[in-house]
């Protein structure tokens, strides 16, 4: 059974910091991309961060850039974004998901095979 569980979330002030993990399982790590992905109230699911779990490579949102940081531990199955810096407009419900690497193309756009149940990140102002 594939599950992707996050965990990590939980209320903070602004300029705080949260880590989020996605623990992945019943699927080849290895060969999947991990990308997070964040909806608020009201507004439309965003593309925050994804990883290449083969080789690394990533992808940040411009609005997220320079200040949350994805990274991935293979022998755990778990990607994890690290959250500095934060804002009250960080204030959503975070997803991560997963994608075959082959299918990918880099970014937030491709059609993501699994997803989690989500984790609320509150950032008080």
């Known amino acids: 059974e594939v599950q992707l569980v996050e965990s990590g979330g939980g209320l903070v002030q602004a300029g705080g910091s949260l880590r989020l993990s996605c623990a992945a399982s019943?699927?080849?790590?290895?060969?999947?991309?991990i990308g997070w992905f964040r909806q608020a109230p009201g507004k439309e699911r965003e593309g925050v961060s994804c990883?290449?779990?083969?080789?690394?490579?990533?992808y940040y949102a411009d609005s997220v850039k320079g200040r949350f940081t994805i990274s991935s531990d293979n022998a755990k199955n778990t990607v994890y974004l690290q959250m500095n810096s934060l804002k009250p407009e960080d204030t959503a419900v975070y997803y991560c998901?997963?994608?075959?690497?082959?299918?990918w193309g880099g970014g937030p756009s491709a059609e993501y095979d699994y997803w989690g149940q989500g984790t609320q990140v509150t950032v008080s102002s």
């Open positions: 019943g699927f080849t790590f290895d060969d999947y991309a």
């Open positions: 990883i290449s779990s083969s080789d690394g490579s990533t």
């Open positions: 998901a997963a994608v075959i690497t082959t299918g």
